[in-house]
């Protein structure tokens, strides 16, 4: 059976969590509580669960203060976290499965699912987490890519292109090495609008870094710095032209 250890300096939510978990996740055995930093990391030192759920915000300091105490956990983690919707592009970045207050019942459910499947966070994905949160303003330089095999750490500026493949998305990087992703490309394309990415079609964004040229016959299409070409939309030509004229 899974375990799981919960972490909020407020009893109201971890009361209301476990009943939560007892009622849609009956499967996982809470073995612990805890309302700070301090108590959490005497509680770690006892136990090793399988599921770490984490208010980000304690009495005593950040739950990332927790992770520093513990760089090697194994315990698969789990944000809870009431913090608004401009701040939660920090998680989809860093590839961290993440609750909002109030934790609607099967958005838990589904987030316990992904963790008993899914290996430990790296930590490489919590740096992301944390420096994405602390520095709001600052556009994120990484991104975590969750495969079903793995969570890979890549710099964006090494992304070539995305391409969409029904539900799920193909990176290509500059070194020619290539991850296939478990979502959308729809929603790379939302999380890059602040870099420097085009959509030129339904299935393609590009990293507009590694446009080689623009052709103009055959209906149209980019050729990249990689040797890859791209087709180009009907209704995406003319923006993408006054694009690169104002490059």
């Not at 375990?3 to 909020?8: E, F, K, N, R």
């Not at 698969?76 to 109030?102: G, M, N």
């Not at 992904?114 to 930590?123: F, N, S, V």
């Not at 500059?174 to 979502?183: A, G």
């Amino acid at each position: 059976m899974p375990t799981a250890i919960l972490v909020d300096d407020m009893p109201q939510a971890l009361e209301v969590l476990k009943a939560d978990l007892k009622e849609k996740c009956p499967d996982i055995k809470v073995i612990g509580t805890a309302d700070s930093v301090v108590n959490a990391a005497k509680l770690l030192r006892k136990e090793s669960p399988d599921i770490l759920f984490l208010d980000i915000m304690l009495g005593d300091g950040t739950s990332f203060d927790l992770l520093e105490i513990f760089p090697n956990i194994n315990a698969k983690i789990i944000f809870v976290t009431a913090y608004e919707e401009h701040a939660l592009k920090a998680f989809k970045f860093a590839a961290i499965d993440y609750l909002l207050k109030p934790i609607n019942p099967d958005d838990l459910q589904q987030a316990v699912q992904r963790a008993t499947q899914q290996l430990q966070t790296p930590t490489e994905s919590i740096d992301i987490l944390k420096q994405t949160i602390k520095y709001p303003d600052a556009l994120p330089q990484r991104i975590s890519l969750n495969t079903q095999e793995k969570i890979v750490v890549v710099e964006i500026e090494d992304i070539v292109r995305c391409e969409s493949d029904g539900n799920n998305t193909l990176f290509i990087l500059n070194n020619n090495d290539k991850i296939f992703v478990t979502k959308t490309l729809k929603q790379f394309e939302q999380l890059f609008s602040e870099h420097d990415f085009f959509r030129t079609h339904q299935s393609h964004l590009v990293h507009i870094k590694y446009i080689h040229e623009y052709i103009r016959k055959d209906g149209g299409y980019l050729k990249m710095k990689n040797g890859d070409t791209i087709p180009v939309a009907v209704r995406k030509k003319t923006e993408l032209i006054e694009m690169l004229a104002n490059l």
